[in-house]
C-alpha cells in the first residue's frame, strides 16, 4: 500500500532551487509568485526500479543537464502529503535536501564561487542576506514544516482541487511530449529546459489578469491601508508629475518596500539607519537592486504597453537571455490566472515572506553563472504583476459605470506576504469598501465634506486625477482634491498658513489636524503596513523604548493601541512638560497648591490655569500598584526615582489598562483637587481607579512629606469628575489608546480637547510621525 | 511557582568575584512571584532578562522589565541604575486596549 503511493507520487517530481517555489509550491502560485527555476520531470512509470535509485537518476541527470544551477533542492509533488508513510518519507527527505555526493562537491564549489563572485557585485548585503539564507536553507525540515503550514492555511479541499488540476495538466503535457520525442535523453534535456522557461515567468500582464474579481481578491482588508494608499496616491500625483511616472507608479504599488527613489528614498533609508536587522537589510537593498536596475527598467518602459506579455523588470532579463520564452510563457500565465483567496491575519506571513524573498536573492545570487543570467532580477521579477503602466488603470476608470470591485470584497483576503503587499495596494486604488468604523466619515470644519463621496466615488475621483496626469490639466483637478481630502490639506489653507496663528486653538494651525503630505503618508505606510512584527522601528529614548512593527500596526486604521506605544507617547508628554515647564519656570511661577486652590477652588477651572508642572505615569504604574491587590511598595520609589515630588506637581496623570481591553486616563488636579476620570467611552470606573489613586495618593505624601502633610490635604474630600462634558467620545472600537494619549497630552497644554472621532484618523497618522521623530508639538 | 527557587536560582559561574560585587536583585511577576538572581553590579541586565524569560519558559522580550518605573534597557547594569540589594525589578507583561 505504502510502496504503492510513494510509487504514485515519485511519477513526478520537483526539481526545485532553493527559494519560494518550494516551500510554497504550485498551490499558491499568486501568492507567491514563482521566481526560481522549478524543473519537472517525470519518468515513465515502468519504475522497477527501487524508489531511491530511480530518484538519484534523475537527480544525477538533471545534475548534468544543468551544470550551472545550483544544487537542486527537490520537492516532490505529492497529492498525499499527509498521507505519506513516515518510514519511505524519512528516508527519501535527507536525500531530497542533500543531493547525493556524487556531484555535490562539485556542485558545492563551482556555485560557491560563482556566489563569491556575486556576492562581489551585488555589494555586502547580499552576501549577509545570503548568508542568512543558507543558513536556513539548510533546514529540510523548517521547509517541510512550512509546507504543511500552508497546506494547512489553504485548507485541504482547496489545495487537494488545486493540486489536481495542476497535476493533471503537467501529466498531460508531459505525455504530448513523451509521446513526440523518442529519446529519452534528449527529451529531458529539452523538457528540463521548457520548465526553465515556464517557470521563470513569474508576472502576470495585465491582460490575462482577470481584474475584477482579482482586485477583490487581493484587495487589503484594511480600511486604512486603503485610504492610506489612496491618499499617497493622490499626494504624489499632485506632488511629483510627469518625469517619474512609472517609478511613483512603483512606489505607490509597494510603498513600504520601494519608496520612491528619487522623492521617497527618505523612509527607506530611515528603515536602514535605524536597524541593523536582516529584514531591513533586505529591504533596503531590494530598493537598491531596484535603483539599479532603473534605467534599464525606464527604457523599457518605452515598449508596447499592449504586448500582453510585457512586464519590464522580466523583460529586461528575458531580452538577453533567450527569445523562446515567449509562447510558453504566456501558456503557463493562463495557467495560473485564477487566484487563490488567501486567508491570513498575521504578519508572521510577511516574515515568512521576507525569508522567502532573501531566499530567492540569494538564491539568485547563488544561481549566478556567467552565461544564465537570473541574478537579482529573478528577484525584480517577483515584484507587483499587477498594473505596470498607469494607462491601465485608466482603462478601468474612465469607463463610467464600471464598477470598482467592491462588492465581492466581503469573502476575501487579507495582508499577507510582502510581495502581495504591492498587488493590494494597487488594486486599492480602485477603491474598495472598507469594514468598520462607522462615523469616521466627514469633517467638522470643512463643510462640504460632510457630503463625503463614498469610498467608491473618492476612488474614482483619485483615478480622474490620474488622468488628469496624463493630461497635464491640473488646475480644476486640483480643487477636486480638496473635496477629496479631509483634513487642511487644501492648499488655499496652506497659503493662509504663512500668518502667525493668533489663536494657537485653532486647529488650522495645530499640526496634529494638519492632513500629511505624500510624503509623510508614505513613510507612516512603510512604518506601519506590513512591517515585520519584531522589526525595530524607531527608539524612543526618552522612554527606553524600541518601537517594532507589530507595535506601529495598531496604529493602522481603528486598531488596538499596546502599551510600547502608549508608554513611548506618554515618555514625550513628560519630556515636553519638563522642557517647557518644569525646567523653564520658576516655581515662583506657580501658587503654591493651596493658595491658588484657597482663593480661586471653584470658581477656576482647569484649562484657564497656568500650565500644568505634569507627570504622566506610564502605563504599568497602575499595573503595578494594584494588579494583585493595592501595592504601594511596589511603586514607593517611582516618583523620586522620576525625580518627581508631589509638592512639584500641580497634574498628575496616570492611562490605564482595564482588563487588556481597553483604556482609560485619570488625571490628579493636584491644583484644583480633583480627580478626573476620563473614559473615551463614558463608561464607570469599574476598576476603582480613583479609590485606589485616592490611595496611593495618601500614601504617597505620607511617604515623602509625613503622615500631617498628608491628612492635611483630605484627599477623601476631592472632588471626583467622570467623563466631564469636554471629553470626546469614541465613537469606534479601537481607538481609546488615542483618545487617552491625546487626552493627556491636551491636558498637559491645559488646552480643552478639540479634536473628536472624525480626527481620529489623521491623529493616529501623526502619532506614528512623532514617535519616529520622537517629539511632540508644543 | 514563585517560592520554587528564591535562592540563587542563576549563580554565575564565571570567576568567583568577590562578595561586594555581586548583589541580589528580585524578579517579580505580575501576580506577585518573585524570583531571585544573584548578578554581578557590572554584569548587563541582558543577562537577567533572558535568564527570567528561559525559566519562565517564555520568548524573550515577552517582558517589559522595570526598574522603579523604568524601562530597563539591556546594557544597563545594576551598576548603572544604581540597584541596591535585593531591589525589585517588576517583569510585567504587554497590555493592550482599545
Not at chain 1, 481609546?736 to 480637547?753: N, S
Amino acid at each position: 500500500m505504502a510502496r504503492k503511493r510513494v510509487r504514485r507520487d515519485i511519477d513526478c517530481y520537483d526539481f526545485a532551487l532553493p527559494s519560494s517555489s518550494q516551500q510554497v509550491p504550485s498551490q499558491t502560485p499568486r501568492r507567491f509568485p514563482k521566481t526560481s527555476v522549478r524543473v519537472r520531470l517525470q519518468l515513465p512509470s515502468q519504475s522497477a526500479a527501487p524508489v531511491q535509485s530511480r530518484f538519484q537518476l534523475m537527480q544525477s541527470t538533471l545534475a548534468s543537464w544543468l551544470p550551472s544551477l545550483p544544487q537542486p533542492n527537490i520537492n516532490r509533488n505529492q497529492s498525499a502529503t499527509h498521507a505519506q508513510p513516515t518510514s519511505t518519507n524519512s528516508s527519501l527527505t535527507p536525500a531530497l535536501n542533500r543531493t547525493p555526493a556524487v556531484n555535490s562537491s562539485s556542485f558545492t564549489r563551482r556555485h560557491t564561487a560563482a556566489f563569491q563572485r556575486r556576492a562581489r557585485d551585488v555589494g555586502p548585503m547580499a552576501a549577509r542576506m545570503n548568508g542568512n539564507c543558507s543558513r536556513k536553507l539548510s533546514s529540510g525540515q523548517r521547509i517541510a514544516m512550512i509546507h504543511q503550514a500552508e497546506k494547512k492555511r489553504l485548507g485541504a479541499s482547496h489545495a487537494a482541487r488545486k493540486i489536481n488540476i495542476e497535476l493533471t495538466q503537467q501529466r498531460e503535457r508531459h505525455k504530448a511530449e513523451l509521446q513526440q520525442s523518442k529519446a529519452r535523453s534528449k527529451m529531458f534535456g529539452r523538457r528540463c529546459q521548457t520548465y526553465v522557461d515556464l517557470t521563470q515567468e513569474c508576472n502576470e500582464p495585465l491582460d490575462n489578469y482577470p481584474k475584477k474579481e482579482d482586485a477583490t481578491e487581493l484587495v487589503s482588508e484594511d480600511e486604512e491601508d486603503e485610504d492610506l494608499q489612496r491618499e499617497i496616491l493622490q499626494r504624489s500625483s499632485e506632488a511629483k508629475r510627469n518625469p517619474h511616472k512609472e517609478a511613483i507608479f512603483q512606489s505607490r504599488a509597494k510603498p513600504s518596500q520601494k519608496p520612491l527613489p528619487s522623492q521617497h528614498t527618505t523612509h527607506s533609508t530611515v528603515l536602514a539607519k535605524e536597524n541593523e536587522n536582516d529584514q531591513v537589510i533586505l529591504l533596503s537593498s531590494d530598493d537598491e537592486s531596484r535603483l539599479k536596475r532603473k534605467p534599464r527598467h525606464s527604457k523599457l518602459v518605452g515598449l508596447p504597453v499592449s504586448d500582453p506579455a510585457f512586464n519590464p523588470p522580466q523583460s529586461s532579463k528575458q531580452e538577453e537571455s533567450s527569445q523562446e520564452h515567449e509562447p510558453i510563457k504566456r501558456k503557463s500565465k493562463r495557467k495560473r490566472s485564477r487566484p487563490i483567496p488567501i486567508e491570513d491575519d498575521d504578519i508572521d506571513a510577511v516574515l515568512e515572506s521576507v525569508e522567502n524573498t532573501s531566499r530567492e536573492i540569494a538564491s539568485a545570487t547563488r544561481n549566478h553563472s556567467e552565461d544564465v543570467k537570473p541574478p537579482l532580477s529573478l528577484k525584480l521579477s517577483s515584484l507587483p504583476a499587477l498594473p505596470e503602466h498607469p494607462d491601465d488603470i485608466i482603462v478601468l476608470s474612465d469607463n463610467e459605470d464600471h464598477k470598482p470591485p467592491v462588492q465581492v470584497s466581503k469573502e476575501v483576503p487579507r495582508k499577507s506576504g510582502m510581495k502581495r503587499v504591492s498587488e493590494i495596494t494597487v488594486q486599492s486604488f480602485y477603491g474598495k469598501q472598507g469594514r468598520g468604523t462607522g462615523g469616521v466619515v466627514g469633517s467638522h470644519h470643512i463643510p462640504e465634506l460632510k457630503n463625503k463621496p463614498s469610498d467608491r466615488v473618492v476612488a474614482k475621483e483619485v483615478v480622474e486625477l490620474e488622468l488628469s496626469d496624463d493630461e497635464s490639466d491640473l488646475e480644476p483637478k486640483r480643487n477636486q482634491t480638496g473635496h477629496i481630502t479631509i483634513y487642511d490639506s487644501d492648499p488655499s489653507v496652506t497659503n493662509i498658513k504663512t500668518e502667525p496663528p493668533s489663536d494657537i486653538d485653532d486647529r488650522d494651525f495645530d499640526i496634529r489636524f494638519k492632513g500629511l503630505n505624500g510624503e509623510e503618508l508614505t513613510l507612516v505606510a512603510s512604518l506601519t503596513s506590513n512591517v515585520p512584527k519584531q522589526l525595530v522601528l524607531a527608539k524612543v529614548e526618552e522612554a527606553n523604548i524600541e518601537l517594532k512593527g507589530e507595535d506601529f500596526g495598531g496604529l493602522r486604521g481603528s486598531r488596538w493601541l499596546n502599551d510600547e506605544i502608549m508608554n513611548s507617547f506618554v515618555s514625550l508628554v513628560n519630556a515636553r512638560n519638563r522642557d517647557e515647564v518644569r525646567n523653564k519656570m520658576n516655581d515662583v511661577d506657580y501658587f503654591d497648591h493651596e493658595s491658588e486652590v484657597d482663593l480661586n477652588s471653584s470658581r477656576r477651572s482647569f484649562f484657564s490655569r497656568k500650565r500644568p508642572r505634569t507627570h504622566v505615569f506610564n502605563t504599568f504604574f497602575f499595573a503595578r500598584l494594584s494588579q494583585n491587590q493595592y501595592d504601594y511598595q511596589g511603586v514607593r520609589r517611582w516618583m523620586s526615582r522620576a525625580g518627581l515630588s508631589i509638592k512639584e506637581l500641580d497634574l498628575i496623570l496616570v492611562p490605564i489598562n482595564l482588563k487588556n481591553f481597553h483604556w482609560v486616563l485619570v488625571g490628579i488636579d493636584l491644583r484644583g483637587k480633583e480627580f478626573l476620570y476620563l473614559d473615551s467611552t463614558f463608561g464607570d470606573d469599574t476598576s476603582d481607579a480613583i479609590p485606589i489613586l485616592k490611595k496611593w495618593l495618601y500614601d504617597e505624601v505620607k511617604d515623602k512629606q509625613g503622615v500631617d502633610e498628608a491628612d492635611r490635604m483630605q484627599i477623601d474630600s476631592w472632588r471626583v469628575t467622570k467623563n466631564p462634558g469636554y471629553l470626546p467620545r469614541q465613537r469606534d472600537g479601537g481607538s481609546c489608546g488615542i483618545f487617552t494619549l491625546y487626552m493627556a497630552d491636551y491636558l498637559e497644554r491645559a488646552r480643552l480637547p478639540n479634536f473628536d472621532q472624525n480626527d481620529i484618523r489623521n491623529l493616529r497618522r501623526r502619532t506614528v510621525l512623532f514617535l519616529q521623530e520622537g517629539k511632540l508639538p508644543s | 511557582m514563585s517560592e520554587k527557587a528564591p535562592e540563587d536560582s542563576k549563580p554565575q559561574v564565571d570567576a568567583k568575584p568577590e562578595p561586594g560585587d555581586q548583589i541580589n536583585i528580585k524578579v517579580r511577576d505580575a501576580e506577585g512571584n518573585e524570583v531571585q538572581f544573584k548578578i554581578k553590579k557590572t554584569t548587563q541586565l541582558k543577562k537577567l532578562m533572558d535568564a527570567y524569560c528561559l525559566r519562565m519558559g517564555t520568548a524573550k522580550g515577552a517582558y517589559r522589565f522595570l526598574f522603579d518605573g523604568h524601562r530597563i534597557n539591556e546594557e544597563d547594569t545594576p551598576e548603572s541604575l544604581d540597584m541596591q540589594e535585593l531591589d525589585c525589578v517588576d517583569a510585567m507583561v504587554s497590555q493592550l486596549g482599545g
